[in-house]
């Protein structure tokens, strides 16, 4: 509709005062009362504006990913997408160029246009060629709601057991240490809901699930190198359940470093 809109006034207008040239910067300047350029201006502001307003609702939905995320993998270094944020971002900035060249055409700018649009393009297609992989990992997240039964869990759960009680369990069983862990899988273990299993970690230890497992993993992972010295970081890594080990926390790494140095002297 504002488009619809924006295009009658603008025929209106250069029936009525014709339709002005913009050729360059110092022109525009001259001529951007005109009222054809300035409903065009109000009209490219108004673009901008929507732009920016979308940029802003996808981070907010980006967070709640996160968050949502973190509370349900053990291993989230691969399912951030940053690629999307990065690549918006640029779709934002990318249109802003367009609208402006739009306004001020010039042949080199005209190139620079194109030049992006192709470089645009290629890397979003690199990039969506393996969200389909990610989907079928993070699938359980998107949509995710607490139903009734995890609520009737929940309470019954607070009438038998305690968070002392299952973390207890956690560590005795070690549960941490395996590979690829999520809250659902760790849920099951436990014969609890994973709602009430995230809410617990959340409320109790005051950290998400990720954060939650990773530090019970560098813990044991002191113990390993002290028991395994002669293994390598990435053995080590593997006996603690960490299976992307070049994208893990560089205080693992420092961890490690730090133990075997001493260990040595």
């Known amino acids: ?3 619809l809109f924006n295009i009658l006034l603008v025929i209106f207008f250069t029936h009525k005062f014709g339709s002005p040239s913009t050729s360059n910067a110092d022109y ?3 001529i951007y009362t005109h009222p054809v350029m300035a409903i065009n201006i109000i009209f490219m502001l108004f673009c901008i504006a929507q732009l920016i307003l979308l940029a802003w609702l996808l981070g907010l939905q980006l967070n709640k990913y996160n968050i949502r995320l973190d509370n349900y993998f053990a291993d989230t270094d691969n399912l951030h ?3 999307v944020r ?6 934002l900035i990318f249109a802003i160029i367009i609208i402006l060249s739009l306004i001020f055409y010039s042949v080199t700018l005209s190139l620079v246009v194109v030049s992006l649009n192709s470089i645009f393009y290629i890397a979003f297609g690199l990039f969506y060629i393996h969200y389909p992989l990610i989907y079928t990992i993070i699938k359980p997240i998107l949509g995710e709601s ?4 995890e609520l009737s869990q929940e ?3 607070y009438r038998k057991k305690t968070w002392a009680d299952l973390k207890s369990i956690i560590l005795t069983q070690k549960y941490y240490l395996k590979a ?3 809250i659902g899988q760790l849920a099951q273990y436990l014969t609890i809901g994973k709602t009430t299993l995230s809410n617990l970690i959340n409320r109790e230890d005051g950290v998400n699930f990720h954060s939650w497992i990773n530090e019970l993993r560098i813990e044991e992972s002191k113990k390993k190198i002290k028991e395994n010295p002669h293994c390598s970081f990435s053995e080590v890594a593997e006996m603690v359940g960490i299976s992307e080990v070049s994208n893990f926390s560089r205080r693992f790494k420092n961890i490690y470093r730090q133990i075997a140095i001493d260990m040595e002297n």
């Open 28 to 30: 525009f300047w001259s």
């Open 146 to 149: 607490t139903t009734q039964a």
């Open 81 to 83: 997408l940053k690629w």
């Open 155 to 157: 309470k019954l759960f």
């Open 180 to 182: 690829e862990l999520n």
């Open 86 to 91: 990065y690549l918006f971002l640029s779709a």
């Open 1 to 3: 509709m504002p488009t």
